[in-house]
């Protein structure tokens, strides 16, 4: 069983920069392509970017051009590079598989982004 631990959320002014990372155990999580999603109170959860095995990127249109998801296979993290954040930005901020049969979620991590 895959475990995933979000970290590195905090509160940034807008044009700030986070870094997130997500640590996971289990041996198979290499296999996996992985994604990070954020969610808002009363909102579903959405798909922010994912990548590959094999390092292949895809972003949400509102977040391209700012945000890149990065992974290390042999420290089994994911993380999220965060830059010119915006108050849209803020969110729990979680990572787990991209595709369905998803992981159990981790505790998330809070960003917010003040204006």
């Known amino acids: 069983q895959v475990q995933l631990v979000e970290s590195g959320g905090g509160l940034v002014q807008a044009g700030g920069s986070l870094r997130l990372s997500c640590a996971a155990s289990?041996?198979?999580?290499?296999?996996?392509?992985m994604a990070w999603y954020r969610q808002t109170p009363g909102k579903q959860r959405d798909l922010v970017a994912l990548i590959t095995t094999f390092g292949s990127t895809k972003y949400a249109d509102s977040v391209k051009g700012r945000f890149t998801i990065s992974r290390d296979n042999a420290k089994k993290t994911i993380d999220l590079q965060m830059n010119s954040l915006k108050p849209e930005d803020t969110a729990v901020y979680y990572c787990n598989r991209a595709t369905t049969p998803l992981l159990s979620w981790g505790q998330g991590t809070q960003v917010t982004v003040s204006s």
């Open positions: 289990g041996s198979i999580f290499n296999i996996y392509t």
